[in-house]
């Protein structure tokens, strides 16, 4: 009977934190690192935000659009939040819901910045929102913040 | 002869552009001279703790990761401060941009906190501009030779926002422990995720 009640325990957790595990979280950079190697014929771009970041928050429509035009052109948007702290999942969920967003998050909670922020771009200050647009053979970065027009026109650079 | 006039232009346009993103390490810092949180004006070359140099910091009210490094600058403020060098933090941000950030809720932060150290609004956002700060928070130490205040670290407080306690590399105390003995630090230049600093000229 013990046994049984473990087991169901044990099945209860698994239920429990898959269920809640909405967004993968990477808190180590060399286990989130090969997504921005991808050598394959898509374009990926890849935004580094998070929702406390007015400036990330404002661009974030741009993102939506470039979403909806291109999601048929083999290009792949991952939004890479820089979260951190408590209901982490339940912040970025329901922030998902109330902007609309389709494309992927994932949560990189890795806080050595300064040992992986080079490996992102040594263009890169450290400071968010910033963008990475890369395909096996171009790659570009932006420590900016986008509008749609600006951000579909560096997009294009690539197609 | 175009050849060689083209060559010196490029050359000057990399040296300006250079200098436009502000200090590097081995720079000497100019003077600037900013409101304090209690009214008075403070100004690094007549601040009187900075006898040996000064930790500026450009850090601010509503970013997460100045939030999470607070209580750690009062604590770096208290150790070295007696040392001579002192904490100055500059808050960088256009409140119309950052309402959490103006002068009137700086001076709440600074009473609810019991910072030790001045909180300095930089108004006309020129300060941080001729530093190259590009986050918050955002640190320059600087060390003084004569009676220049020469950058000698540049970067971020330790390599853990989060967790104060699971901190391995404490980069800008380590920095300034070099200093007062004598020596270079060694990282001398560190990176970390911080806020884009508020300014509505920002990359427009």
Redesign the interface.
């Known amino acids: 009977m013990k046994k049984l009640n473990l087991l169901f325990f044990f099945v209860f957790i698994n239920f429990t934190t898959s269920f809640s595990q909405e967004f993968e979280v990477y808190d180590d950079f060399t286990e989130f690192e090969f997504l921005l190697n991808q050598q394959d014929n898509k374009i990926y771009v890849i935004n ?1 935000w ?1 929702t ?4 990330c928050v404002k661009e974030m429509p741009a993102f939506n659009q470039l979403y909806e035009n291109f999601q048929d052109k083999d290009v792949e948007i991952l939004l890479v939040s ?1 979260d ?2 408590k209901n982490l999942q339940n912040r970025i969920a329901s922030f998902k819901s109330n902007h609309n967003i389709k494309s992927k998050i994932i949560i990189l ?1 890795d ?5 992986w ?2 490996k992102v771009s040594s263009d ?6 910033a963008t990475l647009i890369y395909s096996k053979s171009k790659r570009e970065f932006f ?3 986008f509008e749609y027009k600006e951000l579909e026109n560096e997009l294009k650079k690539f197609l | 002869m175009k050849k060689i006039v083209m060559t010196g232009l490029l050359i000057l346009v990399a040296f300006f552009g250079l200098n436009a993103q502000g200090y590097e390490v081995g720079d000497e810092a100019a003077n600037f001279k900013l409101k304090n949180v209690n009214g008075e004006m403070v100004s690094l070359f007549d601040y009187k703790d900075a006898t040996k140099g000064a930790i500026v910091i450009f850090t601010c009210n509503h970013c997460p990761y100045a939030i999470a490094y607070e209580d750690r600058i009062i604590e770096l403020d208290k150790f070295f401060s007696a040392k001579g060098y002192p904490v100055i933090a500059i808050n960088p941000n256009d409140p119309e941009l950052a309402p959490e950030d103006s002068y009137e809720k700086m001076i709440t932060r600074a009473k609810e906190k019991g910072f030790t150290f001045p909180y300095l609004f930089d108004e006309t956002q020129e300060v941080y501009k001729m530093y190259g700060a590009k986050r918050t928070p955002h640190v320059y130490l600087l060390s003084r030779v004569d009676k220049d205040f020469v950058v000698s670290y540049i970067g971020t407080i330790d390599d853990n926002y989060k967790d104060a306690s699971a901190v391995k590399k404490q980069y800008l105390r380590d920095a300034v422990l070099a200093l007062l003995d004598g020596n270079k630090p060694n990282p001398n230049f560190t990176k970390a995720i911080g806020c884009t600093i508020k300014d509505k000229e920002y990359k427009k």
Not at chain 1, 111 to 115: I, Q
């Open positions: 580094f998070a406390w970041c007015r400036p820089m951190f702290g909670d806080p050595d910045s300064n040992s922020i080079d890169w200050s450290g400071a968010i929102p420590e900016r913040e």
